[in-house]
Nanobody, 126 residues
């Protein structure tokens, strides 16, 4: 099992930027694809981005393409989500998650992920 702790959330004005971090421990981090998800009040959780175990493959939901960048540093057991040009509709609790099977290319399907962090709040004001 892997433990995940997100950080970096906060309040930012529309057009601003934030960088989320997710620190992992308890399992071989570098062997597993990682993902970022978000859940806004009253809405279902949705995928945001995913990155393969190697970092070579990245996936994004259409609404964040060109604005968000997912990356990972396997030496630091950390995955990042760089968020630029933030919009009020990006307001949500953001969660990182680890896939259950090793050495995959990553996906945007939450069912593939079995370890979740506690989330970090991102609020974008208009």
């Amino acid at each position: 099992q892997v433990q995940l702790v997100e950080s970096g959330g906060g309040l930012v004005q529309a057009g601003g930027s934030l960088r989320l971090s997710c620190a992992a421990s308890g399992r071989t981090f570098s062997s597993y694809a990682m993902g970022w998800f978000r859940q806004a009040p009253g809405k279902e959780r949705e995928s945001v981005a995913a990155i393969s175990w190697s970092g070579l493959s990245k996936l994004y939901v259409d609404s964040v393409k060109g604005r968000f960048t997912i990356s990972r540093d396997n030496a630091k057991n950390t995955v990042y989500l760089e968020m630029n040009s933030l919009k009020p509709e990006d307001t949500a609790v953001y969660y990182c998650a680890a896939e259950s099977r090793p050495y995959t290319s990553g996906s945007l399907f939450s069912a593939n992920f079995h370890s979740w962090g506690q989330g970090t709040q991102v609020t974008v004001s208009s």
